[in-house]
């Protein structure tokens, strides 16, 4: 085997001690992989413990918000980090770079993706038991859109797929985990209680009956 072949071994770094330069690496790892990056490898990038990287990530984080005239800012995505443009400056920036195709949130998308937020995961049947209506079409939407995917199978007759949402869906809603989202209001939380309460009340053999209908359903759209 040639030389030049060989996979390049990354050499061991000496630990970043001096606190302005633990900022400017991960600083310097964020812009570089323009993705989130989870908090292990940014210590990794360090040479430090998780919980020294985490606390240069909130002094690099206040820098950007405390800087009025950067364009920049600093995401906090659960346990990760990303360096992303501030959404303000969008339209100057769509002047120098082709617009990207605009995903229209409909309605009844954003309706569906409300009820996967606050009731994940959640299957397909779930949602539509609340919203009364088939939400085929709207979960496959927010789907594509990466706002949504599918987490796991429930144990149930059928194992339907649950829903739940992505981290883009964090990022697009600027928020770090879901529970940041806004509380619903009175009203709101007593209309979903009482439509939960409902399903709880339904028995076994509803339940079945349901999961075979959802299986029926699903066969004959492949077909």
């Known amino acids: 085997m040639e030389k030049e072949n060989l996979p390049r071994v990354p050499r061991e770094l000496e630990p970043v001690e001096d ?4 900022e400017a690496v991960l600083e310097a790892v964020l ?36 800087s009025g005239a950067c364009g920049m800012q600093i995401l906090h995505l659960e346990d990760s980090y990303q360096m992303c443009t501030k959404s303000k400056y969008y339209e100057n920036l769509i002047q120098v770079a082709s617009a990207p195709k605009k995903q229209v949130l409909t309605e009844v998308m954003l309706e569906t993706l409300s009820i996967i937020a606050y009731k994940q995961p959640v299957t397909k049947l779930e949602i539509e038991k609340i919203r009364g209506v088939k939400s ?3 979960v496959n939407r927010l ?11 429930l144990d149930a007759p ?12 964090l990022r697009r809603f600027g928020v770090g985990s879901t529970e940041d989202l806004p509380s619903m209001n009175p009203e709101q939380r007593e209309e979903i209680k009482a439509e939960v309460e ?8 509803e339940l079945e009956q349901l999961a075979r209908e959802a299986q029926r359903a699903k066969e004959e759209a492949e077909e």
């Open 19 to 22: 606190e302005r330069e633990q």
């Open 31 to 66: 812009f570089t992989m323009g993705r989130s990056v989870e908090l292990s490898q940014l210590a990794a990038a360090i040479g430090q413990s998780r919980e020294t990287a985490a606390k240069a990530m909130e002094r690099l984080s206040r820098r950007y918000e405390e």
């Open 136 to 138: 085929d079409h709207a």
């Open 143 to 153: 789907i594509e859109y990466n706002l949504v995917y599918e987490a796991g199978r």
């Open 158 to 169: 059928g194992r339907p797929a649950l829903f739940a949402t992505t981290e883009e869906f």
């Open 198 to 205: 409902e399903e709880l009340q339904l028995q076994p053999e």
